[in-house]
């Protein structure tokens, strides 16, 4: 059944719940239970990018495990969210949900008493497969619980909370950072989660209704291994093939990827002509606007994922902000998101359609080059409240699209199918991020090594007069070694490793070169980081035009007389 997005007023009476019973009474506590699941899910992803130095530190980590923990999150995770979209319709959606919120929780715990860096890597593993497991439901119960005349707003809500959860990530772990509760360092951003997913299992137990597919499906032994080797082969050199350098096997392995795609998509093919049930139900696809949503999804996303990659690199590592500054300020992109999703769904699409998310593009692409002419303009002088305004603009661009979007897709697609779309949109928005994370990373190094002959240059007369200043007269080699390290760091993948030219014993000496390295950080990062908000603007422009592919208002909900969707099997 298809359902106007523009109907999240109370259009419809209560006996007007989908699958035509009465909307179910706990539905506004369900609600509460999973989006703090999905929120926690989410921010997880990015609340460890802001404490690596800490977790460094106290672990005695290198920077490949490092990159591990970040990475073995987004892999585990994405992998599991078409297997567990699926798996709900089979299994239901609630169980489903509940076993990924308690593993969740207990790997959290892990995470949180991690000894070593592999006893963290291997929590971090089991923590995003409890997450892919759980997220891929919240969309379909949502779908199942709530009447169509309240559905567009509760998964409006839920697109923007989780959508600016990457940006409270960095916030959050920003201030645990800076506040060192109890001493613990960067271990409070992962047991936190405990006691809140203790609460949330508990409630979810007692609030959540179960619901799975009329017509049970097949388990599909062979599809998921194969779907699951596709995504980990795509993923894997996504995320870490800048790190490795890409050598020749990550680009096989991401041709590899679309091989077994290939061969996936064939399978599922010709098993769903055979038995009538795949892991991909390709019903969804008969409607050409979930197919034509999901591709401009995926290019939104590859926008956004590279954007929030870069942000705080430039804030951190350019800016030389604390972890604790840069999230903060990060923080207020979600005041515009809450702007942006607080009047798309109510007000504005049930006048305007899909110019909303025409419009939310375009205006996130001008908040993107509005913070390019600033960057620009004041450099490493830029502070936050200059910032927070463009923060601002970016984020109304990104709720109205995100509030939206996820409702009038999922509209599109029979009831029935809710957790097979819903694994489909979380799979393409986590591939949609990986991609735009490597590409934008490509970018955005190699800008930053292509400027750090200029930026020595622009820093090496002041680091000439430091040096005077000092007393130091011999200051050639000094020059010298300066351009030497400047170019080393630009080169070097692990930002901690401090190359041997930039080691200086005497205290002045190597005060004038942090000082000196400060400068030409900030005009290679500047540099690199404008180069990076204009083509992510020019991504959200032709994913602006996308959404004009779509069409303008979504079938009102009684279009079921013409299109019946399949009553949901609750209990």
């Known amino acids: 059944?298809?359902?106007?997005?523009?109907?999240?007023?109370?259009?419809?009476?209560?006996?007007?719940?989908?699958?035509?019973?009465?909307?179910?009474?706990?539905?506004?506590?369900?609600?509460?239970?999973?989006?703090?699941?999905?929120?926690?899910?989410?921010?997880?992803?990015?609340?460890?990018?802001?404490?690596?130095?800490?977790?460094?530190?106290?672990?005695?980590?290198?920077?490949?495990?490092?990159?591990?923990?970040?990475a073995a999150y987004v892999l585990s995770?994405?992998?599991?969210?078409?297997?567990?979209?699926?798996?709900?319709?089979?299994?239901?959606?609630?169980?489903?949900?509940?076993?990924?919120?308690?593993?969740?929780t207990i790997a959290s715990l892990l995470c949180g008493v991690a000894v070593n860096p592999e006893m963290l890597i291997?929590?971090?593993?089991?923590?995003g497969a409890m997450a892919g497991l759980m997220v891929t439901q919240i969309l379909a119960i949502l779908h199942v619980v709530f009447p169509p005349g309240e559905r567009g707003k509760a998964v409006a809500i839920f697109g923007a909370v989780t959508g600016s959860s990457a940006v409270f990530g960095l916030a959050l772990g920003g201030v645990v950072v800076q506040w060192n509760l109890f001493g613990w360092e960067w271990r409070p951003i992962f047991l936190v989660n405990v006691p809140v997913g203790i609460a949330a299992l508990i409630a979810g137990a007692l609030v959540i209704r179960e619901s799975r597919a009329p017509q049970r499906p097949k388990l599909d032994l062979l599809g998921m291994p194969l779907a699951l080797a596709a995504v980990v082969l795509l993923v894997y050199p996504l995320t870490e093939g800048r790190r490795l350098g890409w050598p020749a096997w990550t680009y096989g392995m991401i041709a590899g990827a679309l091989v077994l795609l290939a061969v996936f998509l064939a399978y599922e093919k010709r098993r769903f002509a055979k038995v009538g049930s795949a892991l991909v139900e390709f019903g969804v696809f008969r409607s050409r606007s979930f197919s034509i949503g999901m591709a401009v999804?995926?290019?939104?996303?590859?926008?956004?994922?590279?954007?929030?990659?870069?942000?705080?690199?430039?804030?951190?590592?350019?800016?030389?902000?604390?972890?604790?500054?840069?999230?903060?300020?990060?923080?207020t992109f979600a005041i515009g998101v809450g702007i942006g999703a607080g009047?798309?769904?109510?007000?504005?699409?049930?006048?305007?359609?899909?110019?909303?998310?025409v419009a939310g593009g375009i205006v996130n692409a001008i908040g993107f080059v509005a913070f390019s002419v600033l960057v620009a303009h004041y450099g490493h002088s830029l502070a936050s409240w200059q910032i927070i305004p463009v923060h601002i603009v970016s984020g109304i661009g990104f709720g109205l699209i995100v509030a939206p979007t996820l409702d009038l897709l999922l509209g599109q697609v029979p009831g029935e199918q809710a957790g097979n779309a819903s694994g489909l949109l979380n799979t393409v928005q986590q591939l949609g991020?990986?991609?735009?994370?490597?590409?934008?990373?490509?970018?955005?190094?190699?800008?930053?090594?292509g400027a750090s002959g200029d930026a020595a240059d622009e820093a090496a007369p002041a680091l000439k007069s430091a040096l005077s200043s000092a007393g130091v007269t011999s200051q050639d080699q000094l020059v010298a070694d300066f351009r030497t390290c400047v170019q080393q760091r630009a080169d070097s993948v692990d930002p901690s490793e401090v190359p041997a030219?930039?080691?200086?014993?005497?205290?002045?000496?190597?005060?004038?070169?942090?000082?000196?390295i400060a400068r030409a950080d900030s005009v290679s990062y500047s540099s690199a980081f404008r180069?990076?908000?204009?083509?992510?603007?020019?991504?959200?422009?032709?994913?602006?035009?996308?959404?004009?592919?779509?069409?303008?208002?979504?079938?009102?909900?009684?279009?079921?007389?013409?299109?019946?969707?399949?009553?949901?099997v609750t209990a």
């Open 501 to 516: 030219d930039c080691r200086k014993d005497a205290p002045k000496v190597a005060g004038a070169f942090g000082g000196a």
């Open 297 to 331: 999804w995926f290019l939104f996303w590859t926008a956004v994922g590279g954007f929030f990659f870069v942000w705080t690199l430039f804030l951190q590592q350019g800016l030389g902000w604390t972890p604790m500054h840069a999230g903060l300020t990060a923080a």
């Open 122 to 127: 291997v929590s971090r593993f089991v923590q």
């Open 1 to 70: 059944m298809t359902q106007d997005i523009s109907a999240s007023t109370p259009a419809a009476p209560p006996q007007e719940a989908a699958g035509g019973t009465a909307p179910d009474p706990k539905r506004r506590l369900a609600f509460a239970v999973v989006l703090i699941a999905g929120f926690m899910d989410l921010v997880d992803t990015t609340i460890v990018n802001v404490t690596v130095p800490s977790i460094q530190r106290d672990l005695h980590a290198d920077y490949a495990q490092i990159e591990w923990v970040i």
């Open 433 to 449: 991020m990986a991609l735009g994370v490597a590409l934008t990373g490509v970018i955005f190094f190699a800008q930053v090594a």
């Open 343 to 357: 009047n798309a769904p109510d007000k504005l699409v049930p006048k305007f359609g899909r110019n909303v998310l």
């Open 77 to 104: 995770f994405a992998a599991l969210l078409i297997l567990s979209g699926r798996l709900g319709d089979i299994f239901g959606r609630k169980r489903v949900f509940l076993i990924g919120m308690a593993g969740f």
């Open 531 to 568: 180069t990076v908000l204009l083509l992510d603007a020019g991504i959200l422009v032709i994913a602006a035009a996308g959404f004009l592919t779509l069409p303008k208002h979504s079938r009102p909900a009684d279009a079921a007389a013409v299109s019946p969707e399949p009553t949901e």
